[in-house]
């Protein structure tokens, strides 16, 4: 991988991450258009993915670093003393609902991981299916949805259903935001707060894919890759910053009707031309 495909996978990582478009079926699209997907050793280009997608992760950790904070310490202080659950306050109970949320995704993954690194996940049919279905399910839940639910009224049940969702991330295409954020919706938060908890919920799941993939990359990796890795997780960062903050400005005041048409579009040009 040169410095240029790195910048570029970079650049589509940090547009597509937070969008509910899905950024792994984006990659897997750019990447087999610039020759970089090894057709021998597939599990090189999951390695790949999960280390860029640290550039987002970096992107989410400093865009809600105050409120990383605030959870954080509440959590400590409160689970520290024993304080009664029930009498925990919000932000010590937000940080309950991502260890619960990140459950689901966990066992899932490391169940299948073998299936995940396969070449059926790097599959175009398999893709263009998922951006499709996922598009209608989407759909559906925007147009259902009450939105008279904000971040101070969530719950553990609804932190288990949008984790739940969470694991069918790992489906190619799918969209680990796309299927939370729907998911979010059908418990009826609003559009923004969909968003906002979904970022806060990758947290865990995109460290531990990231850093393990790391590991496994190494082998792989001399000092030109390297550093062309970094080149694309740098990027990434940098335009996944911009992409959260238009897009929870976005979503205040707009459906995701954009994103399900655009999802539709890209799965059945997918079907038509990617055999």
């Not at 968003?195 to 990796?221: D, M, Q, W, Y």
């Amino acid at each position: 991988m040169s410095i240029v495909q790195a910048i570029i996978l970079g650049i589509v990582q940090g547009l597509t991450e937070f969008l509910p478009v899905s950024s792994t079926a984006h990659l897997t699209i750019v990447g087999k258009y610039l020759g970089i997907i090894s057709a021998e050793n597939p599990e090189q280009w999951t390695a790949t993915i999960a280390v860029i997608q640290l550039g987002t992760l970096a992107a989410i950790l400093i865009y809600f670093a105050l409120e990383i904070r605030d959870i954080s310490l509440a959590f400590l202080r409160e689970n520290i003393s024993l304080k009664p659950l029930k009498q925990q306050s919000y932000l010590s109970k937000m940080g309950w609902f991502v260890i619960i949320g990140t459950l689901p995704i966990v066992a899932v993954g490391l169940g299948l991981k073998k299936f995940i690194e396969g070449h059926l996940t790097k599959d175009m049919t398999v893709i263009g299916v998922s951006l499709i279905m996922l598009a209608i399910i989407l759909y559906i839940a925007d147009r259902v949805a009450r939105f008279n639910r904000d971040m101070n009224t969530l719950a553990f049940k609804d932190a288990l259903i949008i984790g739940s969702a969470q694991a069918f991330a790992l489906i190619p295409g799918a969209s680990r935001s796309g299927v939370t954020i729907t998911a979010a919706l059908f418990t009826g938060l609003t559009r923004e707060t969909a968003a906002r908890f979904s970022f806060l919920l990758s947290i865990p799941a995109v460290l531990a894919s990231g850093l393990l993939e790391l590991k496994e990359a190494l082998p792989f990796l001399d000092q030109q890759q390297t550093f062309a890795l970094a080149t694309a997780a740098m990027t990434a960062g940098i335009v996944g910053y911009m992409t959260i903050a238009l897009l929870l400005r976005y979503l205040k005041n707009h459906t995701v009707l954009l994103f399900v048409i655009y999802r539709i579009l890209l799965g059945v040009a997918l079907l038509i031309f990617a055999r």
